[in-house]
């Protein structure tokens, strides 16, 4: 995707706060903004680094906990935060786990951040939402048609995770009503790139796929073949957090859905790891819920609306996103886990 003249031109009047800044996207996040010649705040929990890469010289970081309001606060203030991009957030399995905790972490760590955003009398707030609001998908919109859904379709959860994201999602639309805040949403869809096998483990079946294939280690899942999902590379999913901080507002609607508009496979993963790896030895049973939800989530997500308002398109298909996760790794100095 070619960058818009307003996003290769966004000057910042101040800093660009990122939580969860040192994870698997956020550190892409930070990477998109230092190549735009801001330097980032990062804020996180731990200073990891090993992500990062080259990008520790260009960034500030936080040692930091969203939970803690006046001390969020207190840096927003004094660091004069004009954007925060919100990343930080309990994953679906451990949210699962301890549905209290991803309350506190997912909801009113984010009410934290849009509270601590207005304080500081901050530009904007562009957080994650996830398709997860959505529920199961039936009928058209499941296997094996994958209508594209838009932002208005019935948003009924099934999990912890996505009953958080769908409560952040009602307060940020109160927050922008009451107080008039640019506070943007983005619904992602299932999420592939470098680090997250590491950082994930188990809930990273493609990075599995990818990184057995790079390390020459045989794979043979025993189903799941037939499913297909919509799944955006990292460096995307990054690419449309910066340009909705830089998009002209405020903008028209409250959250967006983010996809490629295409549903791939776990088979269509092994021939893209195959066309890197000619050697690799990858087999995968017939069919469907590979992730073993129980429930259909698996879905493509309508990026129409993205598109128009945030000037955000893909830039990587499938072959293109497994070439560049296999050049990203060896850049980060991280072995394939396989």
Known sequence: MKESKKQATWAPQGRVLITGATGVIGSWVAAGLVER???????????????????????????????DWPTLTRVMLKEKVEVVIHLAVLMIPAAQANPYQAFQVNAQGSINVFEAARAAGSHRVVWVSSRSVFGQFDGEFGHPTYRPVDEYHPRQPRTVYGATKLAVEAMAEQYRRIYGQDIIGLRFPAIYGPGRLQRHGAISLTSRIIESGLAGRSLSLPDGGDQ???????????????????????????????????????????????????????????????????????????????????????????????????????????????
């Open 37 to 67: 010649g801001i330097r980032p705040l990062l804020l996180d929990q731990r200073a990891d680094y090993s992500l990062l890469g080259s990008l520790k010289d260009n960034v500030d970081l936080v040692v930091g906990d969203i939970l």
């Open 228 to 338: 297909k999902d919509d799944q955006l590379y990292v460096k995307d999913a990054a690419e449309a957090l910066v340009a909705s901080a830089a998009a002209p507002g405020p903008t028209p609607e409250p959250v967006y859905n983010l996809g490629t508009g295409h549903p791939v496979g776990l088979r269509d993963f092994a021939a893209a790891v195959k066309a890197v790896a000619p050697g690799a030895d990858i087999t995968i049973g017939p069919g469907l819920d590979y992730v073993k939800m129980g429930y259909t989530e698996y879905a493509v997500l309508d990026g129409t609306r993205a598109a128009r308002d945030l000037g955000f398109v893909p830039r990587f298909d499938l072959p293109g996103g497994v070439r560049d996760y296999a050049e990203s790794l060896r850049a980060l100095g991280l072995k394939p886990l396989g």
